[in-house]
Nanobody
Framework: QVQLVESGGGLVQAGGSLRLSCAAS????????MGWFRQAPGKEREIVAA????????YYADSVKGRFTISRDNAKNTGYLQMNSLKPEDTAVYYC????????????????????WGQGTQVTVSS
């Protein structure tokens, strides 16, 4: 079983930066692909970024490409989302998630394929 806890959210002005962390319990997290999702009020949850277990391959939604960076430190059982050049439209609750598939060279962009979820952290970008 894996438990995920996000941190690092907050209020920031447009153009600013935040770094989200996703701390995982359970030794198997390091072998799972993980992703970051977000959900704005009145909107569906959407993929932001994903990364393979090794960190060797990443995915970014077009809306964040070039501004956000996903990474992980398996020795610390922690995933990260560095968010730069934030825009008001980035305002949402951000969730990290992990897929229960071992050492696969792929990741999924489908939230239905993720098995473990954190509770979410609020990111608010003011204009």
């Amino acid at each position: 079983q894996v438990q995920l806890v996000e941190s690092g959210g907050g209020l920031v002005q447009a153009g600013g930066s935040l770094r989200l962390s996703c701390a995982a319990s359970g030794r198997t997290f390091s072998s799972y692909p993980m992703g970051w999702f977000r959900q704005a009020p009145g909107k569906e949850r959407e993929i932001v970024a994903a990364i393979t277990w090794s960190g060797g391959s990443t995915y970014y939604a077009d809306s964040v490409k070039g501004r956000f960076t996903i990474s992980r430190d398996n020795a610390k059982n922690t995933g990260y989302l560095q968010m730069n050049s934030l825009k008001p439209e980035d305002t949402a609750v951000y969730y990290c998630a992990a897929q229960r598939t071992y050492y696969t060279s792929r990741y999924s962009v489908d939230l239905n394929e993720y098995d473990y979820w954190g509770q979410g952290t609020q990111v608010t970008v003011s204009s």
